[in-house]
């Protein structure tokens, strides 16, 4: 059975602390690994998605790596304007829909 | 990137009457669309696929005469909560399956907030 497990929960950072957030997942056979972005009340924004061992994407501030195992969402010197639920989704070779994890709470405090 | 819209971002009815929620892509087409229910603090669960010209797929438990599933073109499907009631009342999500040059990407509309009273 899919299974994707987030972790923390919350994360708290002060403005320029960087830090990472993960994601653990079980699926038979990945096709790709997402990672969204969503603010309260509105509906999740694509960020990434990657889909083998070793493969690494960048935008702004955001890194996400992946492993067989795992993907981490990197952020640097992050600024108040990331926090939002950071979501990840993966997605089974043969399948066409998205299994979520429950997501980390990122609050960057200034 | 592509781009998702919900119309209406938020409704409020009584309980019993109907609501229908539209989904559209608007600048790409998509064959999938897919519709998710969120409760507060919890993370998205899929209700149901939704495919151009034919019946939707539901996932299990979702009653499918209460949200009907209509995906009647490549950029709008839309969902109606037939019989609302309280217990109904979330926040409704849908995405739009974009496989233009050879990604598989989904997008999201901004979603609808239902309140029934």
């Known amino acids: 059975e899919d299974q994707v497990t987030q972790s923390p929960e919350a994360l708290r950072l002060q403005e320029g602390e960087s830090s990472s957030l993960n994601c653990s997942y079980t699926?038979?056979?990945?096709?790709?690994l997402f990672w969204y972005r969503q603010d309260p009340g509105k509906g999740p924004e694509f960020l990434f998605t990657?889909?083998?061992a070793g493969e690494e994407k960048e935008k702004e501030r955001l890194k996400a790596t992946l492993t067989k195992k795992e993907s981490f969402l990197h952020i640097t010197a992050p600024k108040p304007e990331d926090s939002a639920t950071y979501l990840c989704?993966?997605?089974?070779?043969?399948?066409?829909?998205?299994?979520f994890g429950t997501g980390t709470r990122l609050t960057v405090i200034p | 990137g592509a781009v998702v819209s919900q119309h209406p971002s938020w409704v409020i009815c009584k309980s019993g009457t109907s609501v229908k929620i539209e989904c559209r892509s608007l600048d790409f087409q998509a064959t999938t669309m897919f519709w998710y229910r969120q409760f507060p603090k919890q993370s998205l669960m899929l209700m149901a696929t939704s495919n151009e010209g034919s019946k939707a797929t539901y996932e299990q438990g979702v009653e499918k005469d209460k949200f009907l599933i209509n995906h009647a073109s490549l950029t709008l499907s839309t969902l109606t909560v037939t019989s609302a009631h309280p217990e109904d009342s979330s926040f409704y999500i849908c995405?739009?399956?974009?496989?233009?040059?050879?990604?598989?990407?989904?997008?999201f509309g901004p979603g609808t907030r239902l309140t029934v009273l």
């Open positions: 989704a993966v997605q089974a070779a043969g399948a066409n829909n998205l299994f």
């Open positions: 990657l889909y083998s």
């Open positions: 699926v038979s056979g990945l096709r790709g």
């Open positions: 995405s739009a399956r974009d496989l233009a040059g050879g990604a598989d990407t989904q997008y």
